[in-house]
């Protein structure tokens, strides 16, 4: 479900559900959080690196399993769950290096919002589908894509639910860096060696500097888009949603 592995400080991180194009039920955010947390406590652990194996990076929520937990009151949700998840991302005090290797859509897009270097495969796509979805945003990207890309990009991303190509990713600014597929990792992997190569102290100094300006508007947005989540998750447009795709059909909201 996650694979880990550690070399020259860099842990790296590596989605492994591949079957599902690597999205998050409980237990994978649960595996993921925990992940986090410990490369922070870990002095061994200077940077993490982020990736997903086989063709997506993370396809995000896994549907069948949100539809559950929508419609089933007895489902036992995970000990971090998705809120837990973000906050291991909002408190990671190492740097986090991203690689994106195919497709990204939910939290496989809005987690680069929390990302430090992102680097991106020519081939790979990236989706924020809430509305698709009949739902909110979420881990802040109401509040760190306008920021990272611009208002007008991230109301595109948010409000549309349309694919994002690399390349439109790297021009947008939410990528750093696009490569192709063979040399993604090795450059993801170059650029986290040369960080991790830097006292662990000052790398933490770092990115606490630039990130606590951020944090009562990431506290904030994530406020309001959880009200948000819960106020629409379940709602008609919510379970159109989730219906249409266990059924294998579009969904309509014509309707809604």
């Not at 920021?147 to 549309?160: E, H, N, T």
């Not at 630039?210 to 406020?223: K, N, S, V």
Request: charged share 25%; aromatic share 6%; net charge negative.
């Amino acid at each position: 479900m996650l694979q880990v592995s550690d070399e020259r400080r860099v842990r790296t991180l590596t989605l492994d559900r591949p079957e599902a194009l690597n999205a998050f039920n409980e237990a994978l955010y649960d595996a993921l959080a925990d992940a986090l947390l410990a490369a922070a406590q870990d002095p061994d652990v200077a940077v993490v690196l982020l990736t997903g194996n086989g063709r997506g990076f993370s396809a995000g929520t896994d549907l069948l399993e949100m539809h559950r937990i929508a419609t089933d009151p007895t489902f036992q949700r995970g000990r971090h769950g998705f809120p837990g998840l973000v906050d291991a991302l909002v408190d990671l005090p190492k740097p986090l290096v991203v690689a994106v290797n195919g497709v990204g859509l939910g939290i496989g897009a809005t987690i680069l919002g929390f990302a430090d270097l992102a680097f991106m495969s020519s081939t790979a796509r990236l989706k924020c589908p809430f509305t698709s979805l009949g739902v909110a945003p979420e881990a802040a990207s109401s509040y760190l894509l306008p920021r990272l890309v611009g208002r007008q990009d991230a109301a595109w991303m948010l409000l549309s639910a349309e694919w994002v190509s690399a390349a439109e990713a790297l021009e947008m600014g939410l990528v750093w860096r696009v490569c192709e597929p063979d040399d993604l990792l090795p450059e993801a992997r170059r650029h986290a060696e040369v960080l991790a190569s830097r006292p662990v102290a000052s790398l933490v100094a770092v990115k606490r500097a630039m990130t606590a300006p951020l944090r009562e508007g990431i506290d904030a947005a994530r406020e309001r888009e959880n009200a948000a989540f819960a106020e629409l998750m379940g709602g008609p447009a919510n379970l159109e949603a989730l219906g249409a795709f266990a059924e294998g059909r579009e969904a309509d909201f014509t309707e809604m």
